[in-house]
């Protein structure tokens, strides 16, 4: 195998992995860290929406762990289990950051509005991907012919734009969750401390992604340019 596909893919898989792992390393520990208000996570994202002014969206629980998302189809918060009735730091980080994405929502944030008109043509990307691309370096390395492979890339470099455009659209529900804890007193200062590490924690884990998926990218573009 080519080592250079091995670092290319290798290095951001460990550096992945290293992340995902200090991610729930911080989860673990603020989640000892108990709020002084005794509020739930549900409590947490509910007050949030309503001072917000949001009074159309649903804090409902969802099974799993890190299964946290805002659905703006169905205009729901869903937390995990563990977040919709733990009171600590950790879940007032993560219910908050859940309830920025129905923020930007509400206020019609151009890089989330971008990200969901993005996802159908990403979804069907993603689908015909591995079969395009593989199909494309199989043409390419026995017969030279390069425009499978130019069409598995376009479908690749979709799922990259993607990754990227998701990075503001993350940090910046992070921003609006602790600008909200700060601002209404939610947290203590050490309360808030522990939010914000474990948000930018998981910041984290989409930055890798996106670096990863751009050098493959970039790997996969290099080969094509070789004979063409």
Not at 90 to 103: D, F, I, L, S
Not at 206 to 224: E, H
Request: charged share 15%; hydrophobic share 50%.
């Amino acid at each position: 195998m080519d080592p250079i596909y091995l670092i290319v893919v290798g290095v951001p898989m460990l550096l992945s992995m290293f992340v995902s792992s200090q991610l729930k390393n911080k989860f673990r520990h603020y989640s000892k860290v108990h709020l002084a208000n005794g509020m739930s996570g549900k409590e947490i994202a509910e007050k949030m929406l309503a001072d917000n002014g949001i009074h159309d969206v649903k804090v409902i629980s969802t099974p799993g762990q890190l299964t946290d998302h805002y659905n703006p189809i169905n205009k729901t918060v869903n937390l995990s289990e563990v977040v919709y009735h733990e009171r600590n730091a950790a879940a007032a980080a993560v219910a908050a950051h859940e309830c920025g994405h129905a923020v930007q929502h509400a206020k019609g944030y151009s890089w989330l509005q971008m990200r969901s008109k993005m996802v159908p043509v990403v979804s069907i990307s993603s689908n015909l991907l591995q079969w395009v691309l593989m199909g494309g370096l199989i043409l390419y390395a026995t017969s030279q012919i390069s425009i499978v492979l130019w069409i598995g890339i376009a479908l690749f470099a979709v799922t990259t734009l993607f990754a990227f455009v998701t990075l503001p659209v993350e940090y910046d529900a992070s921003n609006r969750a602790l600008a909200w804890l700060k601002e209404r007193n939610m947290v203590m200062p050490n309360e808030y401390d522990g939010a914000k590490d474990a948000l930018k924690w998981a910041a984290r884990t989409y930055l890798v992604a996106a670096i990863g998926s751009l050098a493959q990218l970039l790997y996969f573009v290099m080969i094509a340019m070789r004979r063409d």
